[in-house]
């Protein structure tokens, strides 16, 4: 069973502040990694995706991965209240996609 | 507009009673998928398609039936449902299955079995 394992919160932060999320994953062979927003009762949207060992930024967020740790993350710089959400770690590992149970994150004003 | 669309969003239904839930995307995606989110556990794939006649089982397929006729459809088909089939479903699709293929998710479908 391939698994991908996110600490499911509530993470609180204040406006302003670098919220870090996590993630770790168990299969080796897995290509590529996502992050993905959702908000209460609605679907999933991209933040970014990586795939190369290292940092990707995007903005306000900076996805990170280590393929030897079998870990990656995000930061949310200078986080704002609508950033309040679940945030959802994805895996790709051959043609399928394998989702993290999400990390809630609530951003104080 | 480039989405992808199911119908419907919401349904209430009786144990036993076949259902379908429509998924159609309009960005000529190879790549489409089912997927139910429960509570604690996540989103989970139920079926996906790499094209048209072409289907393969996810980690929960027990219970479903899809079909891939057409490119741009993707119909989840529930012949007996039963009360553990209770759950919010999404669609998804991309244009492959590959190293930086994003998928864009339908707006959710919520059924009850009662």
């Known amino acids: 069973q391939k698994e991908v394992e996110q600490n499911s919160g509530p993470l609180s932060v204040p406006e302003g502040a670098i919220a870090s999320l996590n993630c770790t994953y168990s299969d080796r062979g897995s290509q590529s990694f996502f992050w993905y927003r959702q908000y209460s009762g609605k679907s999933p949207e991209l933040i970014m995706f990586?795939?190369?060992?290292g940092d990707k930024e995007d903005g306000r967020f900076t996805a990170q991965l280590n393929k030897a740790s079998q870990y990656v993350s995000l930061l949310i710089r200078d986080s704002q209240p609508s950033d309040s959400a679940t945030y959802l770690c994805?895996?790709?590992?051959?043609?399928?996609?394998?989702f993290g149970t999400g990390t809630s994150l609530t951003v104080i004003p | 507009e480039a989405q992808v669309t199911q119908n419907p969003r919401y349904l209430i239904t009786v144990t036993g009673k076949k259902l379908t839930v429509t998924c159609s995307q309009n960005m000529n995606h190879e790549y489409m998928s089912w997927y139910r989110q429960d509570p604690g556990l996540g989103l989970r794939q139920i079926y996906y398609s790499m094209n048209v006649e072409v289907t393969d089982k996810g980690d929960v397929p027990e219970g479903y039936k899809v079909s891939r006729k057409e490119k741009r459809n993707f119909p989840l088909i529930l012949e007996s449902p039963s009360p553990n089939q209770t759950s919010l479903y999404f669609c998804a699709s991309s244009f492959l299955s590959g190293i930086a293929d994003t998928q864009y998710f339908g707006p959710g479908t919520r059924l009850t079995v009662l």
């Open positions: 994805a895996v790709n590992s051959g043609n399928q996609f394998y």
């Open positions: 990586i795939y190369s060992n």
